[in-house]
């Protein structure tokens, strides 16, 4: 066997999602060969990438079956997370992060921020360095979410002007006007205020380097979004629904929002949140409150991805309620759902940096 012939099998292996085999992405690293053993390193497009199983094994098929049928096959994996943001020298906040994602809803009460925080905790999981941005600044609600109540986070000097240091809790970066102001205090400031809220989050706080940064924006479609992505470009959003009537006709305007010209944000996908109630003494039962796949039904009428279903489970409830999320709980049930979620989510966000032009700043006049 050599290097050549592995190169040779591995070039009928296609990458999945963005079909092209292994050897034309340049994913096949460190080949090394000693009688009938051969290992290498298959790079990944994200530490979360789901399909890396499926590429192990055509990989040991195609030298068994092309090179050696008695080869010993060793696959190391790494990653190095793809990024398609456009990032120019006179502007480049936050330039360590390689992929920022806007979960958004057309309406409150959908679920929002639990989708944001579980997808960030999935990501983490699966070794991607994320951070989390509690961009609602007159409902936030990571810091009951995360148990982080109360906390103040730390300054760092960082020369010119001081930072603000992010909380670390279960393995990601945390920030949110909820750890600046008291909590029994409203946030009454006009659009203005909010919006220079949302750029300082972005300017002076120390993200540092990450894979994925999630920012939990608010309901609606107003100044906060149209401040964000004026401030840094968008690798892309997720959209948020349940799937009664009322939360997709408003998903519809969150959709348009992005869907326009002067904005061309691109959508990674849709969520269906409180799909279906499962009762823990019923784990094989689902009852459609809201609505049976209203949200399945809306990704397909506007040709988008549906990135899944999660259930309306009490432990969810519970988790947020408490500061401990179902991601870092023990309801199998909703981490799966969240698991499956986090893994088509990347899966898109990976498509869209291969297939997508770069994603530029916003200009709205």
């Not at 053993?37 to 994200?46: D, E, K, M, R, W």
């Not at 409902?139 to 240091?165: C, E, Q, W, Y």
């Not at 279903?309 to 049930?333: C, F, H, T, Y």
């Amino acid at each position: 066997m050599t290097e050549a012939d592995i190169l040779k099998a591995l070039s009928n292996v296609q990458e999945p999602d963005l079909g092209k085999d292994l050897v034309t992405l340049n994913m096949i690293k460190n080949i090394m060969i000693s009688g009938n053993v051969v290992a290498f390193t298959i790079v990944l497009t994200t530490p979360a990438c789901p399909m890396k199983d499926v590429m192990r094994a055509a990989s040991e098929k195609a030298i068994k079956l092309i090179v050696n049928k008695d080869a010993v096959v060793k696959i190391d994996f790494t990653s190095n997370t793809t990024s398609n943001r456009f990032v120019s020298g006179d502007n480049n906040i936050l330039s360590g992060v390689k992929n920022i994602i806007a979960v958004v809803s057309g309406k409150g009460g959908v679920g929002k921020s639990t989708i944001s925080a579980n997808l960030a905790l999935a990501l983490a999981e699966s070794g991607a360095s994320v951070g989390l941005m509690d961009a609602d600044i007159y409902g936030p609600s990571v810091p009951i979410m995360f148990g982080v109540r109360g906390v103040r986070p730390m300054m760092k000097d960082n020369g010119a002007k001081g930072l603000i240091v992010p909380i670390e809790k279960f393995g990601i970066k945390v920030m949110s006007i909820g750890l600046l102001v008291d909590e029994k205090s409203a946030v009454v400031w006009r659009g203005p205020m909010a919006s220079s809220a949302i750029k300082q989050f972005a300017t002076d706080v120390d993200w540092g380097n990450l894979d994925y940064l999630i920012i939990d924006m608010p309901p609606g479609t107003g100044d906060i979004h149209l401040t964000l992505m004026q401030t840094v470009p968008v690798t892309g959003v997720v959209i948020v629904t349940t799937p009664q009537a009322v939360a997709l006709a408003d998903a519809k305007k969150g959709i348009a929002m992005f869907a326009q010209a002067q904005i061309n944000v691109p959508i990674i996908g849709l969520v269906e949140n409180m799909a279906y109630f499962t009762p823990a003494e019923l784990p094989n039962n689902k009852y459609y409150i809201f609505g049976k796949e209203g949200g399945k039904h809306l990704a397909d009428e506007y040709d988008l991805p549906f990135l899944g279903q999660v259930p309306l489970v009490q432990s969810i409830r519970e988790g947020g309620d408490e500061g401990i999320p179902a991601m870092v709980g023990n309801d199998e049930l909703s981490q799966k759902a969240f698991r499956d979620f986090a893994a088509l989510t990347v899966r898109n966000i990976a498509i869209r940096n291969a297939n997508m032009p770069k994603t530029k700043m916003v200009e709205v006049k």
